[in-house]
């Protein structure tokens, strides 16, 4: 729903500067929604959400975006659109840009979506985010098979690599941004994970995969992408070695993405700001690339067609208002940190637009983002904006 024309929400007094008027429009937005009578009505809200950008909220310097599905990407899901367009100025693809999307067979390419949600983001002025070109999930096994169901041998292997990625990023080179060249190559002990492209090829298939990336688009910015960095120091040591041995090679990196899907308690603020600290001492940007909150217990996605026991679901019918708070709460906090390291962070990118969207349902009811299921946004929203307004 559009605000009225030339209503207090869309009207901004000539007198009054871009990010001053956000941050009044944020506050009247707070104010309707806590002194609307019987609770918020969905009116209210939606309107904050068109009224309030948090791309015009950020510091300068920052991207600040959502992952997109594929009904969102092709703009089926046009309030899910309209949201995307208001809010972000970045896009990461979910699933679209993943090996075996791209490339379920030898010498055969399935371009279709990965071009519409390329042309999403350019259509809108937006930095295009790729991923992933290298990773041990969603990949097709003939990648890494060789005769005899064996494993490929080396040259084999990098071969197959190489003309992935010459292909895919040489078909978009000008149109995407950056690149999770590799994703999640570290177990949590910060060892390199023993995945077929390492046993393949050994350890510089990392190496050898920026470089081919580099070779692709010269101009596309690179980054190493993996989770639990924050919380985890022994792998985000991990982490630091994969950037520093490129370096030392004199390999391009240009940011280390810390995937950020964190819960109430880990990783706690200090912790996250002292993964920024370590990280940026690689003199990179640090990036936020798929940032949500999981609120439900560590219990696991029921099995397939099975329901969930209660008490692994115990916000199917809503979030309480505690927890609701206690999200927003925990947002608040996080962007706090983030906008403590403003000059050494890139991007801050959520992994779905809304709850009803997010990968960490699967099966059941979780409210891990800053929109709810019917596009409203929720209490963490304005909590965050209040965060970047200042306040
Ligand atoms: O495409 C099929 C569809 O044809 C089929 O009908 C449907 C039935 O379940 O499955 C569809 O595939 C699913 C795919 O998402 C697209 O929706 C897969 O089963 C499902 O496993 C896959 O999950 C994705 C997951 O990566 C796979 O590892 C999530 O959407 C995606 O959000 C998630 O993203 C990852 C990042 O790439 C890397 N970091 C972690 C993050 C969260 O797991």
Do not use: C
């Amino acid at each position: 729903m559009q605000p009225a024309k030339g209503s207090v929400l869309t009207r901004q007094p000539s007198t009054m500067s871009r990010r001053a008027f956000a941050a009044a429009i944020a506050a009247a937005a707070v104010r309707v929604v806590t002194d609307g009578p019987g609770g918020a009505p969905a009116l209210v809200p939606v309107l904050a959400a068109q009224a309030v950008a948090l791309k015009d909220l950020v510091p300068q310097r920052w991207l600040i975006g959502a992952a997109l599905n594929q009904n969102q990407s092709d703009g089926r899901d046009t309030v899910a659109v309209d949201l995307v367009t208001r809010q972000f100025n970045t896009i990461s693809p979910e699933n679209a840009l993943k090996f075996q999307s791209l490339h379920p067979e030898p010498g055969r390419f399935t371009f279709d979506a990965a071009d519409r949600y390329v042309a999403f983001g350019r259509d809108r002025g937006m930095a295009v985010i790729g991923h992933t070109l290298v990773w041990h999930s969603q990949t097709p096994r003939w990648v890494w098979d060789g005769p005899d169901g064996a494993l490929a041998d080396r040259a084999t292997m990098l071969a197959r690599m190489r003309t992935h990625i010459t292909t895919v990023a040489g078909r978009y080179a000008g149109r995407i941004r950056g690149w999770d060249v590799v994703n999640e190559a570290l177990n949590e002990d910060g060892t390199l994970r023993d995945s077929p492209w390492r046993r393949g090829i050994g350890d510089d298939y990392i190496a050898r995969a920026f470089e081919f990336a580099h070779e692709a688009d010269p101009n596309a910015e690179l980054y190493y992408n993996d989770y639990n960095l924050a919380t985890r120091p022994d792998k985000r040591a991990g982490a630091l070695r994969i950037v520093r041995d490129l370096q030392q090679r004199g390999i391009r990196i240009d940011a280390v993405g810390e995937q950020g899907h964190w819960r109430l308690d880990t990783p706690a603020p200090a912790d996250l700001d002292q993964a920024i600290t370590e990280l940026r001492g690689t003199g990179l940007p640090v990036m936020i690339t798929e940032l949500d909150v999981n609120l439900l217990p560590p219990a696991g996605a029921p099995a397939r067609g099975q329901a969930p026991s209660a008490e692994s679901n115990p916000y199917a019918s809503g979030l309480p208002d505690d927890v609701q708070q206690a999200l927003a709460r925990y947002y608040a906090e996080a962007f706090r940190v983030l906008l403590k390291h403003r000059d050494g962070i890139g991007r801050v990118t959520f992994w779905g637009v809304s709850d009803a969207d997010s990968w960490l349902n699967r099966g059941r009811v979780n409210h891990p983002l800053l929109w709810d299921r019917q596009r409203r946004p929720k209490a963490a929203f304005d909590r965050v904006v209040a965060v970047l307004t200042g306040k």
